[in-house]
């Protein structure tokens, strides 16, 4: 069973910068593909934000482009989202996605924008 761990949200002004971070209970190598997804408040779908392949490709929400950046760092099992000019519509849950055979989610981690 793969667990994972997202940390790193928290309340911040717009304008200003978090960085998640998702850590994995095994290799993140092992992942055809991980991503960062989010749930705006009273939501209850899912919003993919950005995405990146074992090889390194990325993909990104037209919302987000040129503010957020997904990473790896596959020595630590760690995908990371720097979020930077961060607007009141980034409010929401932040939930980290790995995928091989199977999908596997983490419990979230609540990033809160004030204007």
């Known amino acids: 069973q793969v667990q994972l761990v997202e940390s790193g949200g928290g309340l911040v002004q717009a304008g200003g910068s978090l960085r998640l971070s998702c850590a994995a209970s095994?290799?993140?190598?092992?992942?055809?593909?991980m991503g960062w997804y989010r749930q705006a408040p009273g939501g209850n779908q899912r919003e993919r934000v950005a995405r990146i392949t074992s090889g390194a490709t990325t993909n990104y929400a037209d919302s987000v482009k040129g503010r957020f950046t997904i990473s790896r760092d596959n020595a630590k099992n760690t995908v990371y989202l720097q979020m930077s000019s961060l607007k009141p519509e980034d409010t929401g849950v932040y939930y980290c996605?790995?995928?091989?055979?199977?999908?596997?989610w983490g419990q979230g981690t609540q990033v809160t924008v004030s204007s």
């Open positions: 095994r290799s993140i190598f092992s992942f055809s593909v």
């Open positions: 996605k790995a995928s091989d055979t199977y999908n596997y």
